[in-house]
């Protein structure tokens, strides 16, 4: 499964929340933990900014050094880093350095609230990283999913792309590990103004169809993982993909959510955005992004 995972930090209580996640994902998967700060200075034009620059060094090792103490504790493996220059570009940077496999990493740090999912930070991570981004909420209970998560469920929202079928394979994998259910969900959307349309009989017999269609759909894809020994159960709702998910999908009971970050296009993506990220925004569960490593060229998830 993993085997190292990478958690950026920047000295704010936001980022540390994502910790306890990625150590008890450590370990229940035996995996070594990085944690990465990034350092960097202003300092005013024609100033020397070396003593600057070497005091924010230190002030990010001993920060670092005082949390791999506390995590080592736990019979951890850690190593910590701190490069210096702009944040986004150092994780990524430390990301290749290490060969990690996953990033956990909360979705607010210092900078004000949504900052690291909306700004530079979170953004290229998500957009660059070669590997999964795995991202914690900064409020609410926090976050883990570790032994004590057995039999835990795992959402995996699908659209019928197989763009979107690339999260299933991490998401099989950690159902395995914590003897999970994975809970396929499809969102079928009725079309924009269908509700005083006056063809709202043809509209009802499409959207029915489309049910059928995505009932079928999930249908071959739950026996093929129940053909792999996975639990699996599907379920279908009508509503906007990012409402479904963060609502309905909800209201399932899931410990993570698990999603490709592209998919299919359309109304919703010109009305929404990217359906990923609202989801981040929205729910207060853990959201895994995959990214896929193929170029996309369709774009919902």
Known sequence: ???????????????????PMATALAQTMNAQLVLVRAASVSVFPGADPTEAQCQ??????????????????????????????????????EIGLHGADLVVMCTHGRSGLG????????????ARSPAPVL??????????LGPQSAQASILVPLDGSPF???????????????????????AVARPVGSYSYPGVGLVQESLEEEY???????????QRLRGEGLSVQMVVREGWPADVIV??????????IVMAT??????????????ALEVVRRSPLPVLLIRPTAPAETTSL
Request: charged share 20%; glycine share 8%.
């Open 135 to 144: 991202l914690v909420h900064p409020t609410g209970e926090v976050a883990t």
């Open 262 to 275: 592209h998919g299919r296009t359309g109304v919703v993506r010109l009305l929404l955005g990217s359906v």
């Open 56 to 93: 924010a060094v230190e002030e990010a090792e001993a920060y670092l050094r005082a949390l791999a103490t506390e995590v080592s504790e736990q019979g951890l493996s850690v190593e910590a880093a701190v490069p210096y220059g702009d944040a986004a570009q150092s994780i990524l940077l």
């Open 212 to 222: 059928r269609e995505a009932e079928s759909y999930l249908a071959d894809v739950a």
């Open 115 to 126: 900052r690291w999912i909306y700004g530079s930070v979170a953004e290229q991570v998500l």
């Open 164 to 186: 979107a079928e690339i999260a299933l394979p991490h998401a099989a994998s950690l159902a395995r590990v914590f003897g999970g259910t994975l809970l396929l969900l499809r």
């Open 1 to 19: 499964m993993h085997h190292t995972m990478l958690v950026p930090l920047d000295g704010s209580a936001f980022s540390e929340r994502a910790l």
């Open 247 to 256: 609502y309905r999908g909800a209201a399932l009971g899931p410990e993570l």
